[in-house]
């Protein structure tokens, strides 16, 4: 006995690979990109530049390198986003007393005024980023995520109190760094099933 092939198939479910936290952060980056975009849709302010004001406000005056140490992002990008930034009067770019051979950043007071907007601005798109998720929720979410990128970058453990214990030396990130192969040394620990390669022609194993 066949179906109808005019009723409609029931949905599939979605496959594992789309239920990954990894991919549902990258969603959810997605949308905050999103809520920014229509709150600055032609505002030359962009997130990566925000951060460049961030790290001197918070360290003070920095050479470029010492800027691009701080936000993650490479010396060559960073060097348009200051050149940007310069352009919009946010920041100056002085010889830096302790070292003629290298230039400091510093924030002006426009630039100031423009990141505590952002701040004020980053808060409200916040709250309807997680508006599905309560105070404790919310919280809660705020500490694993330190926690899991702690792991992996003690920058993240130094933000967060609650995160220290998780990177560092003598921290599981130190010693799967340190042992050389993280698949191996999870799978030692019996968390992670050694993954057999698949020959062209081959199909996966039924699950």
């Known amino acids: 006995m066949t179906g109808d092939p005019q009723r409609p198939c029931p949905p599939l479910p979605p496959d594992p690979i789309m239920m990954l936290p990894s991919r549902l952060i990258v969603q959810l980056a997605k949308t905050a990109r999103r809520l920014m975009t229509q709150a600055y849709p032609e505002d030359p302010l962009r997130f990566p ?14 050479s470029q390198r010492e800027v691009s140490e701080a936000i993650d992002i490479d010396p060559g990008d960073v060097v348009g986003m200051v050149d ?30 423009a990141l505590h907007e952002r701040r004020n601005f980053a808060v409200r798109m916040n709250e309807t980023l997680f508006a599905g998720l309560d105070p404790s929720e919310r919280s809660m979410l705020e500490s694993l995520l330190h926690k899991a990128l702690a792991y992996h970058d003690g920058r993240f453990a130094a933000d967060h109190p609650a995160s220290a214990g998780n990177s560092g030396p003598g921290s599981p990130a130190r010693r799967v760094h340190d042992e050389g192969d993280a698949e191996q040394a999870d799978r030692r620990a019996g968390q992670v099933e050694p993954v057999r390669p698949v020959a062209v022609g081959d199909h996966p194993p039924d699950q």
Do not use: C, M, S, W
Not at 49 to 62: D, E, K, N
């Open 49 to 62: 530049r925000v951060l460049v004001l961030a790290a001197l406000a918070q360290h003070g005056p920095l």
């Open 84 to 113: 940007a930034l310069e352009e919009l009067g946010f920041l100056t770019r002085e010889r830096d007393p302790r070292d003629r051979r290298r230039y400091a950043l510093e924030l002006t007071k426009a630039g100031r005024a």
